[in-house]
């Protein structure tokens, strides 16, 4: 069974960098997507980032896009979100997940979550 746990969260001035981690283990997908995901109090998922692991290729939300690099490292098993000019807006709980087919910045279709891990912006 896949278990992803997440780290990195925390809270910073505005304009500040975090780095998120997502540490995976039983993960099943020979090749499949990786994705940081988002969720503000009141509001539903929002996609932040996708990364193909078949290519590399990359796809942000529009709203990160420039500030956010979404990478992995194979020999760790781990995922990233590094995040830099961080705004008030970026406040939210952060998820990693994974699935072993196209990416989508949809939720609807990740089979393995994290726990998550918060992020707070201060202005």
């Known amino acids: 069974q896949v278990q992803l746990v997440e780290s990195g969260g925390g809270s910073v001035q505005a304009g500040g960098s975090l780095r998120l981690s997502c540490a995976a283990s039983?993960?099943?997908?020979?090749?499949?997507?990786l994705a940081w995901f988002r969720q503000a109090p009141g509001k539903g998922h929002e996609g932040v980032a996708t990364?193909?692991?078949?290519?590399?290729?990359?796809d942000y939300a529009d709203s990160v896009k420039g500030r956010f690099t979404i990478s992995q490292d194979n020999a760790k098993n781990t995922w990233y979100l590094q995040m830099n000019g961080l705004k008030p807006e970026d406040t939210a709980m952060y998820y990693c997940?994974?699935?072993?087919?196209?990416?989508?910045?949809?939720?609807?279709?990740?089979?393995?979550w994290g726990q998550g891990t918060q992020v707070t912006v201060s202005s």
């Open positions: 039983g993960y099943p997908f020979s090749v499949g997507c």
């Open positions: 997940a994974a699935r072993g087919s196209y990416c989508t910045l949809r939720a609807l279709g990740y089979s393995a």
């Open positions: 990364l193909w692991t078949g290519g590399g290729y990359t």
